[in-house]
């Protein structure tokens, strides 16, 4: 099993132009979740999904769309890049768990790096 | 509405040695509390989580976390730790209200000198 795999690695963009980020994992979860992790900061939610065909927003959705339309990937969307979404991107999953989201052991991607010129 | 706080950005510790990682958290319900690991260039990886029960937690390579919850914290402890243990770690909280809202503290670095 690959678990959770994420396209790109890195990329640089510049300013104004747009990018999607790819996750799939291979595990059968539920659950999917876009993360930004910064200096010091620790991670952040960007948004994330309770299945198929769902998502909803965390805790920083501003600039970024996602969408589920299979179970088994979850795309992360910048329209208009700008300097401030450099960082590096991580998705994860998790199982169905009776807590909801975020409860059971969440699955990490190994990161995508964005620069934004 | 739920924070963290990881008091300690660093921690050198020599090899062998004990430590401690500390995590507090504030939130207004009960909570769900999670430690992660991240090893260099890598995705996070669960250490341990409480959920109810018994206050002291174990986790994977020897970790163990106690659930403190007149002082709001769950802090990381291993009685010796190894080189391999060099990583940034992660505290985290989910309030029972917003099981979806996980909040991830800013990491504490902890490097190993033999």
């Known amino acids: 099993n690959a678990g959770v795999t994420q396209t790109p690695k890195f990329r640089v963009l510049k300013t104004g132009q747009s990018m999607t980020l790819l996750c799939a994992q291979d595990?059968?979860?539920?659950?999917m979740y876009w993360y930004r992790q910064d200096p010091g900061m620790g991670l952040r939610l960007i948004h994330y999904?309770?299945?198929?065909?769902?998502?909803a927003k965390g805790e920083v959705p501003d600039g970024y769309n996602v969408s589920r339309l299979k179970k088994q990937n979850f795309l992360l969307g910048l329209e208009s890049a700008a300097p401030s979404q450099t960082s590096v991107y991580f998705c994860a999953s998790s199982p169905l768990t009776s807590g909801g989201p975020g409860v059971g052991e969440q699955f990490f991607g190994p990161g995508t790096r964005l620069t934004v010129l | 509405a739920q924070s963290v706080t990881q008091l300690d950005s660093q921690v050198p510790v020599f090899e062998e040695a004990p430590v401690e990682l500390r995590c507090n958290y504030s939130s207004s319900v009960s909570v769900y509390l999670f430690w992660y690991v991240q090893y260099p260039n890598q995705g996070l990886q669960l250490l341990l989580k409480?959920?109810?029960?018994?206050?002291l937690v174990k986790g994977i390579n020897g970790f163990e976390a106690e659930f403190n919850k007149s002082q709001t914290s769950f802090h990381l402890r291993k009685p010796s730790v190894h080189i391999s243990d060099t990583a940034e770690y992660f505290c985290?909280?989910?309030?029972?209200?917003?099981?979806?809202?996980?909040?991830f503290g800013s990491g504490t670095r902890l490097s190993i000198r033999p």
């Open positions: 985290a909280v989910i309030s029972y209200s917003s099981a979806s809202k996980i909040i």
């Open positions: 999904s309770v299945g198929e065909g769902t998502t």
């Open positions: 409480y959920l109810s029960g018994s206050t």
């Open positions: 595990m059968n979860h539920e659950y």
